[in-house]
């Protein structure tokens, strides 16, 4: 095992991995931008490096500077969290020719999973049903309206180097294809410095549900089940649970054994996560993409499976075996998680920056919360604004939800506007308590009220 | 690794072509694959890795976008301080062994090169941007530095007493 790890990220997650590198008796070795210099989650840590200004370009996201760090402080890992460098091949590889442990899978792996339309090609070639769609990148607009012609509107328009929801636009109709594309375009550009986009065909009666993987060195690669994340807004997850309530038992197998199929293509270690998107109206299933790292709503698997997936990361990386085969894997009951953003749900989900007069977290049976956020804290304005994720555990879906409501409502933040309350009117309303969970569900109460 | 050395001179030449045209188009990495040989190339957008960089250059050229939570100008009663603007280690000399670039007691210059900052293998020279005595050096010889931490306490020409 590793005696020494940097933790390549900020917040919540560099907190949750500070923890779990405590537990397993590793040094740690946390970095930090100017606007995050003194925070208390940093205490935590074995050493601080302060590695460049506020903005993230200069600090979480500058290479040069967290390896140099690396170098210092002597560390043999770098644990990259979830967001900034955690999918760049580019912070992989260099990690790995400068003698570093970079604690995820191979930067090969990464790189063609990381090119969605590669990804695509891989799945195509091992039986996983795919989203009708273009194979390559697209390049121009007539290429486009080719495409969106043979499998019909509505199409998605899609960052190819695309996550967290950027970059991705629905089009209905050839006139707002041909406008829809520059802008797509233009956002792929401003967040991944990569314009490449590709289209699929948009399924309007979707669950977004995906699988948790967990593959060490020696060839054993397993799932922890699924998480339903089709929850969102801008296609950014808001609550996820697990076991999916949208799918059944035959749908759920099959699944499980394309996740399998499709890390095993890539010869995949560590953790990840391959997504798929299920068709509500003819329950077929379609890969969308694997995301090569740990995800932010993985705590709500580590309830039901009862595996701490931080502490698996590094233990693969460090060479060890997985202590446990498919069989030995049990999933119990029901968890839910809410990500808190410091946002105001009555403004368009605008982000509100500031400082924290009154914290105060909710407790209890069958209640975690994994924030870095306390009472004096100021949330910078430079970053993703999550306070934090409440998860809850309960045998039952209606358990859980009744724990979750509690929870909420326990869960008393004063100085920033927060997504609480739009979280306790979201689990209130018929359609989240009767199952009836879909991509679109969340934009249609916002409109509709 | 023997095509490496039949290349040596030829090699040599193209990494000293590759690092003027690096100073020439401000670019900070750069990447070639030829055989075995890889370097990577990237455009400086505000990050730091210049061969010569100015001290404190850095957050003064940042945009500000939120001004309460930029860091003030390293400045204290009547001295001021030398910041890093980077990460890495501090080394008072440019090889072991030689003379430091300034002692204690020293006129500085902007232009005074007062140490350098190991980064990545790159070593780079800090230079004083501004006119002064120097009065304390901060930092060990060889010791790590982060961003922004004060190297040298400097009494300003300007406001000398």
Not at chain 1, 366 to 390: A, E, F, I, T
Not at chain 2, 85 to 111: C, I, K, N, S
């Amino acid at each position: 095992m590793f005696s020494r790890v940097l933790i390549a990220n900020r917040g919540e997650i560099a907190l949750r991995v500070i923890r779990a590198c405590r537990e397993l008796g590793i040094e740690t070795v946390a970095v930090c931008s100017k606007a995050d210099e003194g925070a208390q989650y940093l205490e935590l840590a074995d050493n601080t490096v302060c590695i460049g200004p506020s903005p993230a370009e200069q600090s979480y996201l500058n290479v040069p500077s967290i390896i140099s760090a690396a170098e210092i402080t002597d560390v043999e890992a770098i644990h990259p969290g979830y967001g900034f460098l955690a999918e760049s091949s580019h912070f992989a590889e260099i990690c790995e020719s400068s003698n570093i442990t970079f604690i995820g899978p191979s930067a090969k792996t990464m790189m063609v999973m990381g090119d969605k339309a590669e990804a695509k090609r891989v799945a195509i070639k091992n039986k996983i049903p795919v989203l009708a769609g273009s194979e390559s990148t697209i390049t121009g607009q007539q290429d486009a309206l080719e495409v969106a012609h043979k499998v019909g509107y509505p199409v998605l328009i899609k960052a190819a180097a695309g996550g967290g929801g950027r970059g991705i636009r629905i089009v209905h109709n050839d006139a707002s294809l041909v406008s829809s594309m520059a802008i797509a375009q233009r956002e792929a550009e401003t967040a991944f410095k990569d314009p490449s986009v590709y289209i699929e065909k948009f399924i309007e009666h979707s669950c977004h549900v995906e699988v948790q993987i967990l593959a060490d060195q020696h060839g054993n690669t397993i799932h922890l089940g699924e998480r339903d994340c089709s929850l969102q807004r801008r296609h950014q997850k808001l609550l996820e649970e697990t076991p999916s309530p949208s799918i059944s038992q035959h749908q759920r197998t099959e699944l499980y054994k394309a996740a399998i199929r499709m890390a095993k293509a890539v010869n995949y270690t560590n953790a990840g996560t391959v997504e798929f998107l299920v068709d509500k109206d003819n329950g077929k299933y379609y890969f969308i993409e694997m995301n090569t790292r740990l995800q932010v709503e993985h705590p709500i698997t580590e309830m039901v499976s009862g595996i701490d997936l931080v502490k698996e990361q590094l233990r693969i990386s460090a060479g060890e075996q997985l202590g446990y085969k498919q069989r030995q894997i049990t999933l119990d009951g029901v968890a839910i998680e809410c990500r808190i953003y410091a946002e105001d749900p009555d403004n368009g989900f605008r982000p509100h920056p500031g400082k924290i007069t009154v914290y105060n977290v909710p407790g209890g049976n069958g209640v975690r919360v994994d924030s870095h956020v306390h009472q004096g804290y100021v949330v910078p304005p430079y970053y993703d604004s999550m306070l934090g994720k409440l998860i809850v555990h309960q045998g039952t879906r209606q358990e859980a939800i009744a724990c979750l409501r509690r929870a909420l409502s326990e869960y008393h933040v004063e100085g920033v506007k927060t997504t609480i309350p739009f979280h306790l009117r979201l689990i209130d309303h018929p359609n989240y308590i009767n199952s009836d969970l879909s991509t679109t569900f969340v934009e249609g109460l916002l409109a509709g009220g | 690794m023997k095509g490496f050395t039949k290349k040596k001179m030829s090699t040599m030449d193209k990494v000293k072509e590759l690092i003027s045209l690096m100073n020439a188009h401000d670019l900070t990495e750069i990447e070639i694959q030829e055989d075995a040989l890889k370097v990577r190339v990237k455009k400086a957008d505000g990050g730091f890795q210049h061969a010569v960089l100015p001290a404190s250059s850095l957050p003064g050229s940042l945009p500000a976008p939120a001004e309460a939570l930029q860091e003030p100008p390293a400045k204290k009663g009547t001295f001021t301080e030398i910041v890093s603007p980077m990460v890495g280690t501090f080394y008072r000399a440019a090889t072991p062994g030689a003379e430091p670039h300034v002692e204690v007691g020293d006129e500085l210059e902007a232009d005074t090169v007062v140490c350098v900052i190991e980064a990545m293998k790159i070593i780079n020279e800090i230079k004083a941007e501004a006119a002064g005595k120097l009065v304390e050096v901060l930092v060990d010889d060889g010791a790590p530095v982060e961003f922004g931490q004060p190297l040298f306490k400097v009494q300003p020409t300007a406001s000398a007493e």
